[in-house]
């Protein structure tokens, strides 16, 4: 673990003024990762009490994201150009945590993967892959 | 083109009981697919304008599960296992289509792709994948 | 459909010089796409009579190549960065043949899909998405 | 970690019984995943001397497929579903590792992720994600 470009807070901040809508929280960032954590509500629920696909898909783009700012600093027009999710456990409602590593942090692309976590249970209940592409300086 | 099992409407209706969240018009239905729309607000757009990446993934998600009612009928508890979509043009705010395509309705996944467009511009903005797991009846 | 920047033959030919071990059929070549078949032996099967999945894999990943060339012209440092593969029926023993669509070609990042069939068959036997890193000219 | 259901040396024996053509060692097994080793020669290899893609992606598959079997025991009719490779260095020739691990064991699906390394080189070369269906017993 090398400390991480900007800090978790110097990124909580820098989201927050370019993405008002940003609600998860940073809980840790270092060069090769990031933890967000985000406190569900009715809204990022679906039908039978689950946490809805979207939402999911949302927290572990924001983490990859987050971890990718961590590593280089501001590059606020990186974009997500690869998803792939596999659900395969029934997210609890409650909080929602993502687990972002950095697998590759290249000039152009950036891949990672990410694992979600439901609160107090020990599996994951979905594992994603992204790639962002890299605007060039 | 065989007529589906349920009709846009009878799909639509079923939708809005079942996901009262659900703002989407099923604009085509048949057996081997479905279109539908989605009129794109502020909610669903992200800083630059675009409308955002969970927005395009819920609509993709959607369309498939549409298209996977025409096929079989009701089938309530069909839930997402894989889902991996490619972002490659920006999709301007306004309408989205989503245009999904039955590729194998086997009898405990189906497969399909979905082809995201943004209103009046031709070529696509975004590639979807996805599969379903269809409970045993 | 427009035509090729290259010719099938040319691009035929140019494979057999770079890639001698290449043994797919370009039979079709556009400028939206290609399409190529595979005359599978027993190198390409797998116990139970069934064309491998790495037989399916290489196959759409050379039949993307190949539209990427045919679109614009010689990139022999194209690399394949996400190959995203759903298998859904089972791939007769026979001529596999592979139907490349471009989705998006850009100047970086070149994304298509391809649909695999068994000869005789109508219905598709797997799909793939794929995207290509496009070295700077 | 868990002792697998199956020894290592019994999969590589069941392994060389149904996949003759099965060419890869397993170095380690248990409960949650597998660790398998290729030494490629020049039928891996792709023009640049760098390891073919298909060799990659089928690597990835056995080791996956290695760890089912650890976990649950003799599955033949296991089938890979779905499988998504991100590739982001090049891998060396020489000895190629992959490192499945199992994210859930299901009773219809198994899903796992592989990172593969080439020897002696610290960083991953490849990340994939496989989804195998499993047979009702």
Known sequence: MTASTLSASQVQQYLADIFPQFDASI???D?????LEL????????PGGTVSGPTMMALADAAMYVAILGNIGKVALAVTTNLNINFYRKPAPGKLRAEARILKMGARLA???????????????AHVTITYSIPTQ
């Open 27 to 29: 809980v840790h960032l």
């Open 39 to 46: 406190a569900t509500d009715v809204r990022h629920l679906r």
């Open 31 to 35: 060069k090769e990762g990031a933890i």
């Open 111 to 125: 891949v990672g993967d990410v694992l979600l976590y439901s609160e107090g249970v020990d599996q994951s209940v």
